[in-house]
Structures are given as C-alpha cells and as structure tokens.
C-alpha cells in the first residue's frame, strides 16, 4: 500500500547536536513538506519542495535544514542552532504542481523529538 | 498572504448531540480549497471534509457538514450525533495552488462527553 513512513516514532537528542528525521514516500507524489507542532500553536511549516533538488523556506525555517535528493525522501535536519526543537514533527506530500487531489495532503504519523 | 484563524481552543459536547467548530480564511486568490483535519490521540492527521471555494454547495461527509460562507471568509464544521471516538483536535486548512501548500489554524481540541 502507498503511504508516507516517518522514522523514527520518537527521538531523543542531547543539546548540541544534530539530528535528522527521515520521512519516505512511495506515492508518486512530486510535493513534500515538513510542519512543526507544538501546544496552541497548530502546524506550522518548516520547509517544502515541490520537486527533486528543489526546495523553499517556510515560516520557521531556522535551525532546521532539508534535502530533496530523490523524489522519495524528504529528510529534515535539526541544527544545534534550533533554540528550541522539543516537538512533534509531521511529514506530508502531495501532488504538486499547484493541485491538490480531493483528500489534500497525505501525512506521516509523525515524529516526537525530545532535547534531553 | 493566507491566513486562517480557528479562535476556539477547546470545546466540550455531549455524546449525541450537535456541535459546530469555527473558522475564518483569509486569502487574495478567487480559487482556493478548504479542509478540516481530524487529529486523534494517535496524532494521525485524517481528513475530514474538503470545500472547493467555486462551488457554493456546503459540503456534507456522514455526521459532518460544513457552512461555507465565501463573503464572510468562514467555513465551519457541524457534527451531528457526536461519538466518543470524535474526541480529537480538529483543524482548519486552506490551500491556494498560487503557492501550493497548506496554511492551518492553531486548532481546536474537542471532548465528547459520555
């Protein structure tokens, strides 16, 4: 079955390091994006792509970096630089080109990342 | 710049009864989706139901119907007959393909009381 795998399901990181979170999708989907969810504060864009080797900056881009080196994957690192990067992380894609099928974006089951 | 606005944090309903969840887009663009986002204690995002802004018929999905209101920019959710397993937080999305992607509210967490 098609869908989006997000690893791991939790992760803990000491302060100063660096971590990456792998989101996988075998939908044949050109659009991927990473949110943040924090308490109050909803889902908040990270970063996106709407095509291989091509991405852009969403609302809280900082401390957080991407790449989009297969259409497949879309893995986002957390920087050191993040001041605050305990939350709930949630991958999605879609079928770009400036569509969107009737069920909107498909989701990961998220990743909950605690600094420890 | 879109923006979407859901300015209820919580509210509670009893099993069985009717209750309706509040949201306010704002968007530049004539063509444009509306989605509200169920989000369970699994945190799986499920979509509920979708509007496209052109058509002027609310849509409707099973226990769940939306008020599309295109002058007003809201767009809110009923749920008749709550059920218990409609506990959740619920979120509000638009989607223009100007910049093709998803802008949410901060959401709104639900409790159905047996």
């Known amino acids: 079955d098609g869908g989006i795998t997000q690893s791991p399901k939790y992760l803990f990181r000491k302060e100063g390091q660096n971590v990456t979170l792998s989101c996988e999708q075998n939908?044949?989907?050109?659009?991927m994006y990473w949110y943040r969810q924090d308490p109050g504060q909803g889902l908040r864009l990270i970063y996106y792509?709407?095509?291989?080797?091509?991405?852009q900056k969403g609302d809280i881009a900082e401390g957080y970096s991407v790449s989009r080196e297969k259409k497949e994957s879309f893995p986002l690192t957390v920087t050191s630089a993040q001041k605050n990067p305990t939350a709930f992380y949630l991958c999605?894609?879609?079928?770009?080109?400036?569509?969107?099928?009737?069920?909107?974006?498909?989701f990961g089951s998220g990743t909950r990342l605690t600094v420890v | 710049a879109q923006t979407v606005t859901q300015s209820q944090p919580e509210m509670s309903v009893q099993e069985a009864e009717t209750v309706t969840l509040s949201c306010t887009y704002d968007?530049?663009?004539?063509?444009?989706?509306l989605f509200w986002y169920k989000q369970p204690p699994s945190r799986q995002m499920i979509l509920v139901i979708r509007?496209?802004?052109?058509?002027?018929q609310n849509a409707t999905e099973n226990r769940f119907s939306v008020n599309f209101q295109k002058a007003a920019k809201s767009f809110s959710l009923k749920i008749s007959d709550s059920q218990l397993g409609d506990t959740a937080m619920y979120f509000c999305?638009?989607?223009?393909?100007?910049?093709?992607?998803?802008?949410f509210g901060k959401g709104i967490t639900l409790s159905v009381r047996p």
């Open positions: 999605a894609s879609s079928i770009g080109g400036g569509r969107i099928l009737n069920y909107g974006y498909t």
């Open positions: 939908l044949n989907h050109d659009a």
């Open positions: 792509s709407q095509i291989v080797n091509d991405f």
């Open positions: 968007t530049s663009e004539n063509n444009y989706y």
């Open positions: 509007q496209e802004a052109y058509k002027q």
């Open positions: 999305a638009s989607y223009t393909g100007a910049n093709s992607k998803l802008t």
